[in-house]
């Protein structure tokens, strides 16, 4: 089978773009819900570079017509000349422009290009729109020109003994060492001038099964042609993104550096090297690959984009900037790099900045539903909740089952205290994700506060039936028990807290308060010790404290309680009536507890015991407790 020699192979494969958006949301107090912070993509796999495939050139439109013409004659049929189209490259109206200029060139050209003419043609007649009638058109001419009307057909190319092609391939691919030594035995009839290059043949023949997205059978057939050709660099280059597509990265990394040792300065190879070096999370060998690439072309905006992300990604953030601006001054309306600023400028807490290239790419994409998202958590962090939630429709809009977007929006109607509002979008989330525990957590919260706590009880158990060590929804739990009377309960889920947390000194405060209205003054005071030794400072453990001292008749240390919250807030007005009443009520001849705090030091009058006790610390606490503020 004869293969016409191309001159130059350019881009093969365009790379789809791939948008960035994490999940994450940092865990708020007990009564108000969690905000969320920026997603790159839905999928919650966390950020994702922008992979931006370079336009088609001319070199690129040649190559694809080639393919296409290889193709046909290769027996395609109708239908996968428009699956070609209908998958790879370019709007019809753009291939018109290219063959209409190409078609003037080949005219144009002394050579007679029988062979082309004959293979467009062929295109012309198998019914496949505009392109394959402009194609037969400009074959026609061809013929015209060389005295030529009459096509012939692919059976004019011939093999003797009947031996076809594709039988043949297969005969010789089991060792490439034989395909000169077999080329140059067999008595090809052949109507062109070429010889039979084989190299060549498994080369485009590689290129066909790439094409029809057969990877693995490409790299094959480029093997073949590298054992002939070692140093083809287009069969290295076409191999390593066959390699990247496939997924192997680290053997596409290794092809694009043998592709670059033949060609230094091919900065299209510099870039997907750099890819797929991001891919791999190696990202300062990506940012050297794609600084090469800049070296040979400046202005190539995709690299500088994918530099920025890159960089982004391992926490340069200003410098990331200065690679997105470098995009934007090259190709100001490229919305993938304006996305991708709005995020960085949103980790480096400037809002107003970040909403701002948001908006931009939305003028550009109206429909890019993780610009309308975060565009929202942009505002949210402005506290703008209203306008937060028209983002948020935006993109409900467009994609009605958007988890997120419910979710977000959720969260923006609790901040706004639309806590109904705020449940059915909750509803929605748990509908479409039954197991995205924050959603049932925030549902929760939102049903607390309208006090329907047995109804919040269940949406924690949903969510701790999914993260059962989620410590919030525990404590959250305990709290709406505790207003539905049941306390045992209750103790039981600050215990849960407290062993995922120890040190959670809320929890030990309320489990201590719980413990007391239960009548269990002694563990409350030692959940009250456990909370003053993790807050010192907490006066209003010391107070409640002291509280449960005087229920037990331990007047002095209930006393030394109050003074401990008193020297934290001398202006607490509970803890002098507290104190006074302790003292009063204590018959002690030693003070020892007291004489040591700084209030007895400061007025002595506050040692004496009994109704002159009581007096004294009424009358010291009115020196601090203004009318006017208590």
Same mark, same amino acid.
């Given at each position: 089978?004869?293969?016409?020699?191309?001159?130059?192979?350019?881009?093969?494969?365009?790379?789809?773009?791939?948008?960035?958006?994490?999940?994450?949301?940092?865990?708020?107090?007990?009564?108000?819900?969690?905000?969320?912070?920026?997603?790159?993509?839905?999928?919650?796999?966390?950020?994702?570079?922008?992979?931006?495939?370079?336009?088609?050139?001319?070199?690129?439109?040649?190559?694809?017509?080639?393919?296409?013409?290889?193709?046909?004659?290769?027996?395609?049929?109708?239908?996968?000349?428009?699956?070609?189209?209908?998958?790879?490259?370019?709007?019809?109206?753009?291939?018109?422009?290219?063959?209409?200029?190409?078609?003037?060139?080949?005219?144009?050209?002394?050579?007679?290009?029988?062979?082309?003419?004959?293979?467009?043609?062929?295109?012309?007649?198998?019914?496949?729109?505009?392109?394959?009638?402009?194609?037969?058109?400009?074959?026609?001419?061809?013929?015209?020109?060389?005295?030529?009307?009459?096509?012939?057909?692919?059976?004019?190319?011939?093999?003797?003994?009947?031996?076809?092609?594709?039988?043949?391939?297969?005969?010789?691919?089991?060792?490439?060492?034989?395909?000169?030594?077999?080329?140059?035995?067999?008595?090809?009839?052949?109507?062109?001038?070429?010889?039979?290059?084989?190299?060549?043949?498994?080369?485009? %023949?590689?290129?066909?099964?790439?094409?029809?997205?057969?990877?693995?059978?490409?790299?094959?057939?480029?093997?073949?042609?590298? !054992?002939?050709?070692?140093?083809?660099?287009? !069969?290295?280059?076409?191999?390593?993104?066959?390699?990247?597509?496939?997924?192997?990265?680290?053997?596409?990394?290794?092809?694009?550096?043998?592709?670059?040792?033949?060609?230094?300065?091919?900065?299209?190879?510099?870039?997907?090297?750099?890819?797929?070096?991001?891919?791999?999370?190696?990202?300062?060998?990506?940012?050297?690959?794609?600084?090469?690439?800049?070296?040979?072309?400046?202005?190539?905006?995709?690299?500088?984009?994918?530099?920025?992300?890159?960089?982004?990604?391992?926490?340069?953030?200003?410098? !990331?900037?200065?690679?997105?601006?470098?995009?934007?001054?090259?190709?100001?309306?490229? *919305?993938?790099?304006?996305?991708?600023?709005?995020?960085?400028?949103?980790?480096?807490?400037?809002?107003?900045?970040?909403?701002?290239? *948001?908006?931009?790419?939305?003028?550009?994409?109206?429909?890019?539903?993780?610009?309308?998202?975060?565009?929202?958590?942009?505002?949210?962090?402005?506290?703008?909740?209203?306008?937060?939630?028209?983002?948020?429709?935006?993109?409900?809009?467009?994609?009605?089952?958007?988890? %997120? !977007?419910?979710?977000?929006?959720?969260?923006?109607?609790?901040?706004?205290?639309?806590?109904?509002?705020?449940?059915?979008?909750?509803?929605?989330?748990?509908?479409?994700?039954?197991?995205?525990?924050?959603?049932?957590?925030?549902?929760?919260?939102?049903?607390?506060?309208?006090?329907?706590?047995?109804?919040?009880?269940?949406?924690?158990?949903?969510?701790?039936?999914?993260?059962?060590?989620?410590?919030?929804?525990?404590?959250?739990?305990?709290?709406?028990?505790?207003?539905?009377?049941?306390?045992?309960?209750?103790?039981?889920?600050?215990?849960?807290?407290?062993?995922?947390?120890?040190?959670?000194?809320?929890?030990?405060?309320?489990?201590?308060?719980?413990?007391?209205?239960?009548?269990?003054?002694?563990?409350?005071?030692?959940?009250?010790?456990?909370?003053?030794?993790?807050?010192?400072?907490?006066?209003?453990?010391?107070?409640?404290?002291?509280?449960?001292?005087?229920?037990?008749?331990?007047?002095?240390?209930?006393?030394?309680?109050?003074?401990?919250?008193?020297?934290?807030?001398?202006?607490?007005?509970?803890?002098?009536?507290?104190?006074?009443?302790?003292?009063?009520?204590?018959?002690?001849?030693?003070?020892?507890?007291?004489?040591?705090?700084?209030?007895?030091?400061?007025?002595?009058?506050?040692?004496?015991?009994?109704?002159?006790?009581?007096?004294?610390?009424?009358?010291?606490?009115?020196?601090?407790?203004?009318?006017?503020?208590?």
């Amino acid at each position: 089978m004869l293969r016409q020699i191309w001159q130059k192979l350019v881009g093969l494969f365009q790379h789809l773009f791939g948008f960035l958006l994490k999940p994450s949301s940092k865990k708020g107090k007990r009564a108000s819900a969690t905000y969320p912070r920026p997603q790159r993509d839905f999928n919650h796999k966390g950020v994702k570079e922008t992979k931006t495939p370079p336009p088609l050139e001319n070199l690129d439109y040649e190559y694809l017509f080639m393919q296409l013409l290889e193709g046909v004659i290769g027996g395609w049929s109708r239908e996968q000349v428009l699956q070609f189209f209908a998958r790879n490259h370019s709007p019809q109206a753009q291939w018109i422009a290219w063959l209409t200029s190409f078609g003037e060139r080949v005219l144009a050209s002394k050579e007679p290009n029988r062979e082309l003419a004959l293979r467009m043609v062929h295109l012309g007649e198998m019914g496949c729109g505009e392109i394959g009638d402009l194609a037969g058109e400009i074959g026609r001419k061809l013929l015209t020109r060389t005295g030529e009307t009459k096509r012939q057909g692919v059976g004019s190319i011939k093999i003797t003994d009947n031996v076809e092609v594709k039988q043949l391939r297969k005969m010789l691919q089991q060792d490439a060492s034989y395909v000169r030594q077999t080329a140059q035995q067999l008595p090809v009839e052949v109507t062109g001038q070429q010889e039979f290059d084989y190299v060549t043949d498994w080369y485009n %023949q590689g290129n066909h099964e790439a094409m029809l997205g057969d990877y693995q059978e490409a790299i094959t057939s480029w093997d073949q042609a590298l !054992a002939m050709k070692p140093d083809f660099y287009e !069969a290295w280059y076409n191999r390593a993104i066959a390699l990247k597509n496939l997924g192997r990265l680290e053997e596409a990394v290794e092809s694009y550096d043998k592709a670059l040792e033949l060609k230094p300065n091919q900065h299209e190879a510099w870039y997907n090297r750099g890819m797929a070096l991001n891919s791999l999370q190696r990202l300062k060998e990506a940012i050297e690959s794609y600084d090469k690439a800049l070296e040979l072309k400046p202005d190539k905006y995709q690299a500088w984009n994918n530099r920025g992300s890159a960089l982004e990604n391992l926490g340069n953030l200003s410098e !990331a900037l200065e690679s997105y601006d470098r995009a934007l001054a090259i190709k100001p309306d490229f *919305y993938e790099t304006l996305y991708n600023r709005g995020i960085a400028l949103f980790k480096l807490q400037h809002f107003t900045e970040a909403i701002k290239s *948001y908006d931009k790419v939305i003028e550009l994409k109206p429909d890019l539903c993780p610009a309308w998202l975060n565009r929202g958590i942009a505002l949210s962090k402005l506290r703008q909740y209203s306008e937060e939630i028209v983002s948020y429709d935006k993109v409900l809009a467009l994609q009605p089952d958007s988890e %997120q !977007a419910w979710f977000y929006r959720g969260v923006a109607l609790g901040n706004l205290g639309h806590l109904e509002e705020a449940i059915a979008s909750y509803d929605k989330v748990v509908a479409l994700k039954p197991q995205l525990c924050q959603a049932w957590f925030n549902r929760g919260i939102a049903l607390e506060n309208l006090e329907r706590f047995q109804e919040a009880i269940k949406s924690y158990d949903q969510a701790l039936e999914i993260k059962p060590d989620l410590s919030q929804a525990w404590f959250n739990r305990a709290v709406s028990l505790v207003n539905l009377g049941r306390l045992k309960e209750a103790i039981d889920s600050y215990d849960q807290v407290i062993e995922l947390q120890p040190d959670q000194h809320q929890a030990w405060y309320n489990r201590a308060y719980t413990l007391g209205d239960l009548g269990r003054i002694e563990e409350a005071i030692t959940s009250y010790d456990k909370v003053i030794q993790l807050q010192p400072h907490k006066y209003e453990a010391w107070y409640n404290r002291g509280v449960e001292l005087g229920d037990l008749e331990r007047h002095e240390e209930a006393i030394a309680s109050y003074d401990r919250a008193l020297e934290i807030k001398l202006d607490f007005w509970p803890a002098w009536i507290g104190r006074g009443r302790a003292a009063g009520n204590s018959i002690a001849s030693e003070q020892k507890l007291t004489r040591l705090s700084e209030l007895a030091k400061n007025n002595p009058d506050l040692n004496q015991r009994g109704i002159q006790g009581r007096v004294a610390s009424y009358q010291e606490g009115l020196k601090h407790c203004h009318q006017d503020t208590h």
